[in-house]
């Protein structure tokens, strides 16, 4: 496994939680002024939270309450929001900010033995061959070794395609921290995946 141009692949977009939309958000107009309901955003949002918060955690079962906490989240946070750039990139960095909570506590509950067996067969993509399939699932269960805030820098990296600097805006650390903890995260995959190949 390469540290350059791995690409896993996955649902894209992956199939929403129940009651979210389908379809990812349209493309961002330059600078929209709205005046959006929650009822709007979640429609117009929510497959975009969903998709994000499933390829993060790994597991459908917790998609669920993370789009609920983050619309939740968004009647306080959403009303100083102007335009949707603006409303976008505050509701990827509230996922992620909600997805690194669900990954410390499934590791809390692991350690007690309560945590529930992970599934991860809607991840890849119908269309990816056995071994690829295969691939993903592999790649997964060793993410779930990986530490928070490990894990989310490579996966928004490496499986969202966001650049460094985005990184490090969504996970609120500088791009050197960053850049340390992708390649942190990455080297424990490579020892973890050993005897893959790239």
Same mark, same amino acid.
């Given at each position: 496994?390469?540290?350059?141009?791995?690409?896993?692949?996955?649902?894209?977009?992956?199939?929403?939680?129940?009651?979210?939309?389908?379809?990812?958000?349209?493309?961002?107009?330059?600078?929209?002024?709205?005046?959006?309901?929650?009822?709007?955003?979640?429609?117009?949002?929510?497959?975009?939270? =969903?998709?994000?918060?499933?390829?993060?955690? #790994?597991?459908?079962? $917790?998609?669920?309450?993370? &789009?609920? !906490? *983050?619309?939740? +989240?968004?009647?306080?946070?959403?009303?100083?929001?102007?335009?949707?750039?603006?409303?976008?990139?505050?509701?990827?960095?509230?996922?992620?900010?909600?997805?690194?909570?669900?990954?410390?506590?499934?590791?809390?509950?692991?350690?007690?033995?309560?945590?529930?067996?992970? =599934?991860?067969?809607?991840?890849?993509?119908? #269309?990816?061959?056995? $071994?690829?399939?295969?691939? &993903?699932? !592999? *790649?997964?269960? +060793?993410?779930?070794?990986?530490?928070?805030?490990?894990?989310?820098?490579?996966?928004?990296?490496?499986?969202?395609?966001?650049?460094?600097?985005?990184?490090?805006?969504?996970?609120?650390?500088?791009?050197?921290?960053?850049?340390?903890?992708?390649?942190?995260?990455?080297?424990?995959?490579?020892?973890?995946?050993?005897?893959?190949?790239?």
């Amino acid at each position: 496994m390469t540290s350059q141009e791995f690409k896993l692949r996955l649902v894209h977009p992956l199939p929403p939680a129940p009651g979210t939309v389908a379809s990812p958000a349209p493309p961002l107009a330059p600078s929209a002024p709205i005046e959006p309901t929650l009822e709007a955003l979640y429609e117009r949002y929510a497959g975009y939270v =969903g998709a994000m918060a499933s390829r993060i955690l #790994g597991r459908a079962s $917790e998609v669920d309450d993370v &789009v609920q !906490e *983050v619309f939740a +989240a968004a009647v306080r946070g959403l009303t100083r929001r102007e335009d949707e750039r603006e409303i976008r990139g505050w509701l990827a960095k509230v996922t992620v900010r909600r997805c690194m909570r669900q990954l410390r506590s499934r590791r809390l509950w692991a350690l007690v033995d309560l945590a529930p067996e992970p =599934g991860y067969d809607r991840l890849p993509d119908p #269309g990816a061959g056995p $071994e690829e399939r295969q691939l &993903v699932v !592999e *790649v997964y269960r +060793a993410l779930d070794k990986v530490p928070a805030r490990e894990r989310v820098p490579w996966l928004l990296r490496h499986v969202e395609g966001e650049n460094l600097e985005r990184v490090a805006l969504l996970c609120d650390c500088s791009l050197a921290t960053a850049k340390r903890r992708i390649a942190a995260a990455h080297a424990r995959l490579c020892r973890q995946l050993k005897g893959r190949g790239p």
